[in-house]
């Protein structure tokens, strides 16, 4: 069986679509205009709750009338349980903030595994609410934090609590009830190391924890407005409607904390890119659909339009990009009902030229995820590579010769840049001493480039190159690093990804033109995020889970249906 770089097969007879190129995929630009799609970590979670028959619990819920108090919800697996623990508290307006300082939230939350006893609850009251101030012990899989939307929050409880369902544009245009601010794991303060789970069957893929951890509090959320509007409201108030309730996602807002991920997973990250890149190959080289799968197709264009109509941000530029997209799709849908496009030989890779041809980069894109949408029994599968243990490792014995041959063939793109230029290292990245958080600095007016770390790995191969070209050919990298400390790190890196193609991002990550917001984007895709909303070049709220099945409806509702999800009628 054929198979792409990195391991992830193909099915023998898909092989007309090739692979897009890293040159192509691996750019800023190009990431920066990513959409989740049915292989993003949400999907695959929501799949695998509703092929596996999980169940739920609310094992505890003692909240005051203003929703005040202690919650445990839990998740069964076939195999074992997990526990959402939530404390929720007033909460001083003036210290609401989604910013990472922050000391003080409307709800803490702990992902534990199994049931809690109440001394494990306890003690979970104790150091929960403080976060990474905390103490938290290996039972605890993932930590969060999170703060009321407000505006919605107290809208969605005063309609229900005289009786009517909320105003749905409102709903719309927050689209979640809390926002975190937050979400850690893999053994951050005291939780448990990601080797204690990473052999579970349902916690094997990506983030499926911390996803998990998300999709609880998601239900917490809508539970507690309910409450809350009860005790307000008494025998006047109402539930929330399916619709309504379905349509609430969680929200998020992420900074730089997870952008230094990408570059320290070169090779999770190729398992990712790769796994999309083969399901995008493989429908593209279906020779023909069928006219059901014709018109599902584009019954979902209609709603991504729709989708997109409501995707409001504030962003000047994220609007023109907005703008320019709905004319994308405008183009799609009447590229794809005329002439009968979809009926000739190899519909998908002619559509997909199409986009390429007439498209914006996030109009290519998100043709990518609608082209995916209707071949889950073709591209399902990938999921399960989107994982890996793999270790950078250093290969002594190398000589300096060949290593400069692996330089030039697979980091040609570092090569071209002038790093002597000022402009090309304009920034640099490090960790904040207050909370151990990634910062992105600036060399002419920021202090602490002494603590750099070491993630331009376009600069570090450049520099390296310069080197090893003063260095005898005869000499062996073992011997080189041994003179060279410096350069270990960065020698290991170029020795370990020579076969994982999509391991790295061809762009100058500290150059003058580097945003952030890029990789933010590129990875909260591939977590199922939706409807990007930037704050800046350093952060951006997203929403999560919106749309997607609740709980009570995973037995009745196609776990598969809330991709680009809309307001209710």
């Known amino acids: 069986m054929p198979l792409t770089a990195g391991g992830v097969s ?17 750019r800023l630009d190009r990431m920066g205009s990513s959409f989740p799609t049915r292989l993003s970590f949400m999907r695959s979670l929501i799949r695998r709750m509703s092929r596996e028959g999980w169940s739920f619990d609310r094992l505890r819920f003692e909240v005051d009338d203003d929703g005040y108090g202690v919650s445990i919800y839990a998740a069964h697996t076939p195999e074992r349980t997990y526990s959402l623990v ?4 007033e909460l001083d307006p003036q210290e609401r903030s989604d910013r990472v300082i922050a000391e003080a939230w409307d709800a803490t939350f702990s992902l534990f595994d199994g049931i809690p006893s109440v001394e494990d609850t306890e003690r979970l009251r104790a150091n929960t609410p403080k976060q990474e101030a905390g103490r938290f012990c290996p039972s605890e899989l993932v930590l969060a934090r999170a703060n009321k939307s407000l505006r919605l929050f107290e809208h969605v409880v005063s309609s229900l609590a005289q009786g009517r369902q909320p105003d749905l544009k409102l709903l719309a245009s927050v689209g979640y009830l809390m926002r975190t601010t937050a979400v850690y794991g893999s053994g951050k303060f005291g939780c448990a190391d990601r080797e204690k789970i990473s052999g579970r ?3 094997r893929g990506a983030f499926q924890v911390e996803m998990l951890c998300v999709y609880l509090i998601r239900w917490f959320t809508i539970d507690l407005v309910e409450h809350i509007a009860r005790c307000q409201g008494g025998s006047f108030a109402v539930p929330l409607a399916p619709e309504p309730r379905r349509f609430l996602g969680i929200g998020n ?4 904390g997870m952008a230094p991920f990408l570059i320290n997973h070169p090779v999770l990250i190729h398992k990712w890119v790769s796994a999309r890149e083969t399901a995008l190959a493989r429908v593209g080289s279906l020779e023909s659909v069928s006219s059901e799968t014709i018109e599902k197709f584009t019954k979902l264009v209609d709603r991504a339009i729709k989708h997109v109509e409501e995707w409001k941000v504030e962003d000047k530029l994220q609007k023109a990009r907005i703008t320019r ?13 005329e002439d009968g496009n979809l009926h000739q030989p190899f519909p998908w890779e002619s559509l997909y030229c199409f986009a390429h041809t007439n498209f914006s980069l996030e ?18 599968d990938l999921s399960d590579h989107m994982h890996s243990s793999y270790e950078l490792r250093l290969n002594p014995a190398m000589s300096v010769e060949c290593l400069k041959e ?3 063939e697979k980091y040609g793109w570092a090569l071209g840049i002038d790093f002597e230029d000022p402009e090309a290292q304009r920034h640099f990245w490090y960790y904040s001493e207050e909370k151990l958080e990634p910062r992105f600095g600036n060399r002419e007016v920021d202090p602490g480039e002494e603590h750099e770390m070491p993630l331009a790995v376009g600069r570090d191969v450049s520099l390296l190159f310069s080197i090893l070209n003063k260095v005898s050919a005869e000499e062996t990298v073992g011997e080189f690093v041994i003179d060279r400390p410096e350069f270990r790190h960065i020698v290991r890196r170029v020795q370990s990804l020579v076969g994982f193609p999509y391991a790295e991002i061809r762009d100058n990550l500290v150059g003058d033109g580097m945003r952030p917001l890029d990789l933010l984007r590129f990875k909260l895709a591939f977590f199922g995020a939706s409807k990007f909303d930037p704050k800046s070049d350093l952060w951006t709220r997203i929403t999560m889970f919106q749309g997607a099945p609740l709980p009570e409806e ?6 598969d249906d809330w991709a680009f999800p809309v307001q209710p009628s």
């Not at 939530?86 to 508290?89: A, H, I, K, P, R």
């Not at 109009?363 to 889950?376: F, I």
């Not at 995973?554 to 776990?559: A, C, G, M, R, S």
């Open 406 to 408: 692996l330089i030039e």
């Open 363 to 380: 109009g290519q894109e998100l043709a990518v995820s609608l082209m995916l949408e209707p071949h889950g029994e073709l591209v399902d």
């Open 201 to 203: 069957k349902e916690t």
């Open 325 to 337: 997209l709905r004319e994308d799709l405008e183009s799609l849908i009447k590229w794809t009902r």
């Open 10 to 26: 193909q099915s023998p007879e898909l092989t007309n679509f090739a692979l897009r190129p890293p040159e192509k995929v691996m």
């Open 554 to 559: 995973l037995d009745e509702y196609d776990p």
């Open 253 to 256: 807002a992420t900074g730089l």
């Open 86 to 89: 939530v404390f929720t508290n």
